[in-house]
Structures are given as structure tokens and as C-alpha cells.
């Protein structure tokens, strides 16, 4: 088992800064890649940027530039850093593991924090 929680969400005017944390724990060594994820009302929930457990990172275009995805092993964290908000940026954002243990595969959300961006 992996538990994911998710702070640093809050109201920002465009053009501002939010850095998100997704802090780790129980099983943390299976845990193969973190996503950072977005649903915004009425839309399909989206990957806004991903990174895996060699450090790879990968964004969507929408918020290439912008945002930065890193982690902290030591602190069992990963970080979303958002730059440049724009209103569109307005959603729930939710913290995903992939993880493989013991021959299995899983997934895990973190229970989300809200990113409101204001014009």
C-alpha cells in the first residue's frame, strides 16, 4: 500500500506561482513513476506531468514551460512547481503512483487539492 497526500493548493491571480507537494508513504520503494493530475468541472481528468523513478519527466503542451516537476527521495516527495498561471490552470490536482511490488502492479490517487487562478 501507498498512501499519496497532496498540499499547496490555493487561490492565485494569473500570472502567479503555486508549488504543489505529494508527500509519500508506506510501500514508497515500488513506487515506479508519480503523475500529477488535473480535472477541471465538467472535463475529463488530464496528466499535466509525470516523473519516473530514474528521474525522467514528462509534461503536457499545455503547461510545458510553466511547470516543473521534481521530487525529493529523502523526503518522499515530489513537487509540482507552476508558473505563469493562467485561469485555465483552475482544477482539482491529484497525485497518481504507479507502483510494482512483488510481481504486481497498482495505483494510488491522493485525495486532490484545489488551484484556483483568478483574472
Known amino acids: 500500500q501507498v498512501q499519496l497526500v497532496e498540499s499547496g493548493g490555493g487561490l492565485v491571480q494569473a500570472g502567479g506561482s503555486l508549488r504543489l507537494s505529494c508527500a509519500a508513504s508506506?510501500?514508497?520503494?515500488?513506487?515506479?513513476?508519480i503523475g500529477w493530475y488535473r480535472q477541471a468541472p465538467g472535463k475529463q481528468r488530464e496528466l499535466v506531468a509525470a516523473i519516473s523513478s530514474f528521474g525522467s519527466t514528462s509534461y503536457a503542451d499545455s503547461v510545458k514551460g510553466r511547470f516543473t516537476i521534481s521530487r525529493d527521495n529523502a523526503k518522499n516527495t515530489v513537487y509540482l512547481q507552476m508558473n505563469s498561471l493562467k485561469p485555465e490552470d483552475t482544477a482539482v490536482y491529484y497525485c497518481?503512483?504507479?507502483?510494482?511490488?512483488?510481481?504486481?502492479?497498482?495505483?494510488?490517487w491522493g485525495q486532490g487539492t484545489q488551484v484556483t487562478v483568478s483574472s
Open positions: 497518481n503512483a504507479d507502483t510494482q511490488a512483488y510481481g504486481m502492479g497498482n495505483n494510488y
Open positions: 508506506g510501500r514508497t520503494f515500488s513506487i515506479k513513476r
